[in-house]
């Protein structure tokens, strides 16, 4: 039986304690951190190839998760 997009966002939060919109953000992000650290794609790239829509945004969801912007992430990794 098919369940709804209300459905699912309801299960979501109910079971796992996250938004839709949170838990597809977290996805986009980690792939991002993977690309960031095993490839040479430009941030702005890696922010489109990661389906976000706008740059400013991409670098706010990511600062909130590792507390550093993708550039700063990518050559702090690459250091070590």
């Known amino acids: ?3 709804s ?3 699912l966002a309801r299960s979501l ?3 796992y304690g996250v938004t839709s919109a ?3 953000n977290e996805l986009r992000i980690n792939y991002a ?3 960031l650290l095993h490839t040479n794609t430009s941030v ?3 922010c489109f190839a990661c389906g976000f829509q ?3 945004y991409f670098y706010r969801v990511f600062k909130t998760k590792y507390g550093v912007s993708p550039k700063k992430f990518r050559n702090d990794l690459k250091l070590n």
């Open 5 to 7: 997009r209300e459905h």
């Open 13 to 15: 939060k109910r079971y």
């Open 22 to 24: 949170e838990y597809i």
């Open 54 to 56: 706008s740059l400013s």
């Open 33 to 35: 951190s993977n690309l």
């Open 1 to 3: 039986r098919e369940k």
């Open 44 to 46: 702005l790239e890696i």
